[in-house]
């Protein structure tokens, strides 16, 4: 297993700014994934995040307005850029600690409230 | 391409009845089958997963799960809820037509109430 933190936990943000989200991992893996989770939705890939390569992206997700660093083996870091309310959500960062065995460990979550 | 569909977004039982969590997916090929529990406010924490072998998979807290190929099912269960039991519950299947590895493809998730 893994354990992983996210900062800031929560925030309130007005529009037009830009957040950006921490994650750490208290271990080395090579992917970590970033998802958003909308109010009372599932769970919604954002892009893969590979330490020295460019993170991919999901169908709707583009780099321009999410992002994504991955600096070392143990650290991830989301922007959400120029924010609207819509992008109010809860962003989960994961991570695969085992390659190839598709089992993910997820952070706790930062909840997002742009007004 | 991989979809999951869980039935019921919202199930209530009553504490010490059994818990059926219903989960069924799509995939062309033999998939990794994953049950995942979001408390209130926090993350998601694995509970089961199934890859190959036997059918039956036991998890944390007393969940365990079966995979029926046949009926493209697996669904969540719980012989006796405890009232520490009520969660948002994600069914996820892995995409393994995903050339990087790893994706996860979320049902919409069933929200457990557990009555006393």
């Known amino acids: 297993s893994a354990v992983i933190s996210q900062k800031p936990s929560r925030d309130i943000c007005q529009r037009g700014t830009s957040l950006t989200i921490q994650c750490q991992v208290d271990?080395?893996?090579?992917?970590m994934f970033w998802y958003r989770q909308q109010p009372g939705q599932s769970l919604t890939l954002i892009a893969t995040?590979?330490?020295?390569?460019?993170?991919?992206?999901e169908s709707g997700f583009v780099i321009d307005k999410f992002p994504i660093s991955r600096p070392n083996l143990t650290f991830s870091t989301l922007t959400v850029s120029n924010m609207s309310p819509e992008d109010s959500s809860i962003y989960l960062c994961?991570?695969?600690?085992?390659?190839?065995?598709?089992?993910?460990?997820f952070g706790p979550g930062t909840r997002l409230t742009v007004t | 391409a991989q979809s999951v569909t869980q039935l019921g977004s919202h199930v209530s039982v009553s504490e010490g009845a059994l818990v059926l969590l219903r989960c069924n997916y799509s995939?062309?090929?033999?998939?990794?089958l994953f049950w995942y529990v979001q408390y209130p406010n926090q993350g998601l924490q694995l509970l089961l997963k199934?890859?190959?072998?036997?059918?039956l998979v036991k998890g944390i807290n007393g969940f365990e799960a079966e995979f029926k190929k046949s009926e493209t099912s697996f669904h969540l269960t719980k012989p006796s809820a405890h009232m520490s039991d009520a969660a948002e519950y994600f069914c996820?299947?892995?995409?393994?037509?995903?050339?990087?590895?790893?994706?996860?493809?979320f049902g919409q998730g069933t929200e457990l109430s557990v009555k006393p």
């Open positions: 995040a590979n330490q020295g390569s460019e993170a991919t992206y």
């Open positions: 994961s991570v695969e600690v085992d390659r190839g065995s598709n089992e993910q460990y």
């Open positions: 995939s062309s090929v033999p998939p990794y």
């Open positions: 996820a299947v892995s995409d393994l037509d995903y050339n990087q590895g790893g994706k996860l493809i």
């Open positions: 199934y890859t190959t072998g036997a059918t």
């Open positions: 271990s080395q893996v090579t992917m």
